[in-house]
């Protein structure tokens, strides 16, 4: 399971409240993702990491946003949850940009009424 | 544009049919291509991606940049085999980040 681990697994809420997902590595790999997964959509990057303090948007960043501390802590915000943002996230690992091979955790499976 | 497209969402096939699941991709450049397997109740996983040129549980993808192609294929299917397939695509100097498509379900009947 590559050391990942996503927290919590199943989340219900309710629109307008804020939610953050955790994704824990145990790998001290350099890079992390947060994508989330939508029928018809395939997986979606929301951000990446590609160190402490280093974060990027991804292609569907808007109401989102990420912090990372240290090395083995990935966290995602919705600072406010709306319907559209159902869905499930998983957190992806890799090691360095050249490997490419990502390892994902769980995922956690959001549903916001 | 970057784009990765996988034109069937269900594929199904009856144990020992061949198999191809199609992926299509849009990149200016050399792409980064793999395959992604999910099964029932698992974590996604590295299938196999076309640099390594190898072949993983019988499958086999073969880039093909002229008809911008990355098709997964296999001999004869196993029920095993039963899962969802996603192409994805990993531009360059991108920080490694993957582009995926829409996923294939594929199910293999006895």
């Known amino acids: 399971d590559a050391g990942i681990t996503q927290s919590p697994r199943h989340k219900v809420t309710e629109t307008g409240t804020p939610v953050t997902l955790r994704c824990h590595q145990t790998?001290?790999?350099?890079?992390m993702y947060w994508y989330r997964q939508d029928p018809g959509h395939g997986l979606r990057l929301i951000h990446y990491s590609y160190g402490v303090k280093d974060t990027d948007k991804g292609e569907v960043s808007d109401g989102y946003s990420v912090s990372r501390s240290k090395t083995e802590d990935f966290l995602l915000t919705l600072e406010s949850a709306t319907s559209s943002q159902t869905s499930v996230y998983f957190c992806?690992?890799?090691?360095?940009?050249?490997?490419?091979?990502?390892?994902f955790g769980p995922g956690t499976r959001l549903t916001v009424l | 544009a970057q784009r990765v497209t996988q034109p069937e969402k269900l594929l199904s096939v009856f144990k020992g049919a061949p198999v191809e699941l199609k992926c299509n991709y849009s990149y200016s450049g050399s792409p980064e291509l793999f395959w992604y397997v999910q099964y029932s109740r698992q974590r996604l996983q590295l299938l196999l991606r076309h640099i390594s040129r190898e072949s993983i549980k019988g499958f086999t993808a073969d880039l093909n940049k002229g008809e911008t192609s990355f098709h997964l294929k296999k001999p004869f299917a196993q029920e095993e085999d039963s899962a969802m397939y996603y192409c994805a695509l990993s531009p360059y100097n991108q920080g490694g980040k993957l582009i995926f498509g829409q996923g294939t379900e594929l199910s293999v009947k006895p």
């Open positions: 790998e001290n790999h350099r890079y």
């Open positions: 992806a690992i890799s090691r360095d940009r050249g490997s490419n091979e990502q390892f």
